[in-house]
């Protein structure tokens, strides 16, 4: 399985973004978003089931949306809004049945 991840970029505090995730015709049944700051440990911040189940570190739920694509059901998507410097870190997608990671995608904010 090869995870494809959408580019993250240069974003200003107080916009928004979306990431995705996509494993061409793999049917997950577990998605999560890591995210690794700068000189930090990388750490769980969401989590979807193939029902549509999610689950957030309550630091980001109010910010934070995960979602799957409802269709092909090949791609998992984080949406952050109102960015915030300290949300700059690589993001990871990791899906299950495999552990399969993505290979990461930095998002910078500034401020």
């Known amino acids: 399985v090869q995870l494809q991840a959408s580019r993250g970029g240069l974003v200003q505090a107080g916009g928004s973004l979306r990431l995705s995730c996509t494993a061409s015709?793999?049917?997950?049944?577990?998605a999560d978003w890591y995210r690794q700051a700068p000189g930090k440990q990388r750490v769980w911040i969401a989590s979807?089931?193939?029902?549509?189940?999610?689950?957030y570190v309550d630091s980001v739920k109010d910010r934070f949306t995960i979602s799957r694509d409802s269709a092909a059901k090949d791609t998992v998507y984080l949406e952050i809004n109102s960015l915030k410097p300290e949300d700059t870190a690589v993001y990871y997608c990791r899906l299950n049945p495999g552990d399969v990671w993505g290979q990461g995608t930095l998002v910078t904010v500034s401020s």
């Open positions: 979807i089931t193939n029902s549509g189940s999610t689950d």
């Open positions: 015709g793999f049917n997950f049944i577990l």
